[in-house]
């Protein structure tokens, strides 16, 4: 079952901040999120595993809420090069490691 | 430390023909897994390899196949090509430590079915 991710879409100001959210019907183990710029490789940014933690990474950090089975994506003072699509994967436990990939988030951040 | 490699970065095909697509993962990580990428389906797990051993697949039909050697280099391989295979064809290997297994994702291959 692939993860919902929402917005689909946003834009905003450099300096803005910016959330993105990942649910999942299924419980959850694992979350992974990347970013991807047009033409490229997705990036790793983090991974959240089962345990609530949150992460940071220079501006960008993260949450994950194994009740909900949610996972929001914080990207504070935004910067220019921060434009792309975000994607959450999430993984399973044990030898189900693959990743599902929700359909990603197209953040633009304009000058 | 080198990231992860593939080659070759682009590709054309015709319909029904056989394409062998290959990943170099980075130094000492042992597990490799294969994604399709498009534009309508988004990103999708294909299948993945760890010590030259099939653990994992998605959701494809056998003509998608794949193999990974002693050096856990991975190939891919498509045969019977179709239009709908038109693709990005992304590997990424892990180091598979604890229970934390990040994946690295290579440059891709960008498959183009005539």
């Known amino acids: 079952q692939q993860p919902v991710q929402s917005p689909q879409a946003v834009i905003l100001r450099e300096g803005e901040d910016a959330v993105i959210n990942c649910s999942s019907s299924?419980?959850?183990?694992?979350v992974h999120w990347y970013r991807q710029k047009h033409g490229e490789a997705p990036v790793f940014l983090m991974i959240?595993?089962?345990?609530?933690e949150q992460k940071g990474h220079e501006k960008i950090s993260a949450s994950f809420n194994e009740k909900k089975q949610q996972s929001s994506l914080y990207l504070t003072a935004s910067q220019l090069s921060y434009s792309g699509t975000y994607f959450c994967g999430t993984g399973g436990s044990g030898s189900a490691r693959q990743l599902t990939f929700g359909s990603g988030t197209q953040l633009t951040v304009l000058p | 430390k080198a990231g992860v490699t593939q080659t070759p970065r682009y590709l054309i095909k015709t319909r029904g023909q056989q394409v062998t697509l290959s990943c170099s993962p980075i130094?000492?990580?042992?597990?490799v897994s294969w994604y399709q990428q498009t534009p309508g389906q988004g990103l999708q797990f294909l299948f993945e390899y760890f010590s030259e051993t099939q653990r994992n697949k998605g959701n494809f039909p056998g003509r998608f196949s794949g193999r990974q050697f002693s050096n856990s280099r991975s190939e891919m391989n498509v045969s019977t090509l179709e239009l709908g295979d038109s693709a990005l064809y992304l590997c990424?290997?892990?180091?598979?430590?604890?229970?934390?297994?990040?994946?690295?994702f290579g440059p891709g291959t960008r498959l183009t079915v005539t």
């Open positions: 959240l595993l089962k345990g609530g």
């Open positions: 990424a290997s892990s180091l598979l430590q604890g229970s934390s297994y990040e994946q690295y």
């Open positions: 299924k419980a959850l183990y694992s």
């Open positions: 130094s000492g990580h042992r597990s």
